[in-house]
C-alpha cells in the first residue's frame, strides 16, 4: 500500500507546484499539510485531491465590484474558462484544450474511459468540454491518472484481497494523521477521540506490508477497529452533495490514482454499487470493505 500513499503525495507535491486557480481554501490547507516532509503515510490523500477531478463546481454567480475585470473573481469548472461577452458580463466558455499548460511528465497524463491518454487534466476536461451536450461528453469521465495502459483482468481470489489491504491502509492513515494532528485540524474532536482508542490499542497491527492471511486474521481479531476508519473514509469522499451517496466524480479522487496500481480497483468499486444505481450509498460501503450493517452508522461520519 505504501507506492499508493508515495503516489499521493507526488500529486500533492504538483499541486502544490500549480495550484489550481479554483480550489477551494479548505483545500489548499490540506495541502500544505500534506506537503511537509514526514507525511508518508499520514497524508490525507482525499482532502487533497478533492476538486482536481471534481468535474460538478457549481459555476458562481458573483456581483461585479470593479470596473477592471469581471472575470476577476468568476469561477469557471473544469475545463472552461471565462470571458467577457459584449454586455462585459463575464461567461464560462470551454477552454480550448491547446491553451493548457504544457505537460511536463508522464504523471501528468490521464487516462478516458475512452482510453485514450490526455496531456493533463486541463486537456481531459477542456475536451470534455467541447463535447457539452452530446452523448459522447455526458459518457466521457475521467478514468485515471497516468497514460492508458493495459491493466489486467482481476480475478475473483484478488478481488476479494483487494479490500484486506485498503481497510488496513485506511486504518493507517487515520493513525497517522492523528500521531500528527497537534497543531492542524484535520481531525475534529470527535474523530480524535476515535482514533485515539485504536492508536491506544495494543493489539493494533503496525503499518507495513502484511501477508493477506495476516491481514485477515487482524480483520477478524481486531474487527472494531476497521469500523470508523471505513466510516471516516467515506465521509471525505461524500462532499458534493454531503447527501450519504459517492457519486462517480466524488469517488474520484481515491479511485483515479488507485486504478493503475491496483487492478482490482475498477471491479471493486463497481461490485460495491449493489444496485446499480451508480452511486455508492453508506451501506454499500461498509458492506464492501466487510462492515456488518449492525454497525453502519451515518453518526459515526460527522
Ligand atoms: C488501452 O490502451 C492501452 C495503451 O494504448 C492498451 O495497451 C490497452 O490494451 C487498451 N485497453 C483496452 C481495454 O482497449
Ligand atoms: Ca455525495
Ligand atoms: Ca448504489
Known amino acids: 500500500m505504501r507506492v499508493w500513499i508515495f503516489f499521493v503525495l507526488c500529486l500533492a507535491g504538483r499541486a502544490l507546484a500549480a495550484p489550481q486557480q479554483d480550489a477551494l481554501p479548505e483545500e489548499e490547507e490540506a495541502i500544505e499539510d500534506v506537503a511537509t516532509e514526514e507525511a508518508v503515510v499520514g497524508s490525507n490523500p482525499v482532502q487533497v485531491e478533492v476538486g482536481e477531478f471534481d468535474e460538478a463546481i457549481a459555476e458562481e454567480e458573483e456581483e461585479e465590484t470593479t470596473t477592471e475585470n469581471p472575470c476577476l473573481n468568476h469561477h469557471c469548472k473544469h475545463g472552461k474558462v471565462c470571458e467577457v461577452d459584449e454586455s462585459s458580463k463575464p461567461v464560462c466558455v470551454c477552454q480550448d484544450p491547446s491553451t493548457c499548460p504544457e505537460s511536463v511528465g508522464e504523471f501528468e497524463k490521464v487516462c478516458g474511459n475512452d482510453n485514450k491518454t490526455y496531456d493533463s487534466s486541463c486537456h481531459f476536461f477542456a475536451t470534455k468540454c467541447t463535447l457539452e451536450g452530446t452523448k459522447k461528453g455526458r459518457k466521457l469521465h475521467l478514468d485515471y491518472i497516468g497514460p492508458c495502459k493495459y491493466i489486467p483482468a482481476c480475478m475473483d481470489s484478488e478481488l476479494t484481497e483487494f479490500p484486506l489491504s485498503m481497510r488496513d491502509w ?24 476515535r482514533v485515539k482508542k485504536i492508536h491506544e490499542n495494543e493489539k493494533r497491527l503496525e ?56 487492478h482490482c480497483t475498477t471491479r471493486f468499486f463497481e461490485e460495491c454499487d449493489l444496485d446499480s444505481d451508480k452511486y455508492i450509498a453508506l451501506d454499500e460501503w461498509a458492506k464492501c470493505f466487510g462492515i456488518k450493517d449492525d454497525d453502519v452508522d451515518q453518526d459515526m461520519i460527522v
Open 170 to 193: 485506511l486504518k493507517n492513515v487515520l493513525v497517522s494523521l492523528y500521531e500528527r494532528d497537534e497543531n492542524n485540524n484535520l481531525l475534529n474532536e470527535k474523530q480524535k477521540l
Open 207 to 262: 503499518a507495513g506490508d502484511h501477508p493477506v492471511e495476516l491481514l485477515a486474521r487482524d480483520f477478524e481479531k481486531n474487527y472494531n477497529m476497521y469500523i470508523f476508519p471505513v466510516h471516516w473514509q467515506f465521509g471525505q469522499l461524500d462532499q458534493r452533495p454531503i447527501d450519504g451517496y459517492l457519486s462517480r466524480a466524488e469517488l474520484s479522487p481515491l479511485r483515479a490514482p488507485l486504478i493503475p496500481m491496483e
